[in-house]
Each structure stands twice: as structure tokens, then as C-alpha cells.
């Protein structure tokens, strides 16, 4: 379950955080994780950045329901 520590800590953000920075956050690491995913061969790189990439999108949907985005 994402706490709100939590979710902040997978964004690698501070609780100052504005909703612009936590969606400009997401949007990097959603594209970094999805790009390292596509150019590895390794099958458990893909699945590790694969549940990485789930993580985040918990993560957004988890801001969007206690309406901070």
C-alpha cells in the first residue's frame, strides 16, 4: 500500500513538493525506467523497471485520490 511518505520517496521529492514538480517527477521517471525496460535484454532488468514503472503509476494514482494533483 503507498503511504504518502512513501509516495514521496519514490518520486525522490519533499513534501514541498508542488503538483507541477510531482507530475514533471513522474513523467521523468515513467520515460527513464520505460527507455532503460526497452534497451536491456536482460529478462529480469525488464521485469524489475517494469514493476518499477506499476510503482509510479500507484504512485500518481495515489496523489490524484487524496487530490494533491
Known sequence: MITEEKAYN???LDR????DQIISKYELLKNQ???IKEETQDLKTQLAYQLKQIE???????FRKHQIL
Open 10 to 12: 519514490i518520486l525522490m
Open 16 to 19: 514541498t513538493a508542488t503538483p
Open 33 to 35: 525506467y520505460r527507455k
Open 56 to 62: 509510479l503509476d500507484d504512485v500518481f494514482i495515489f
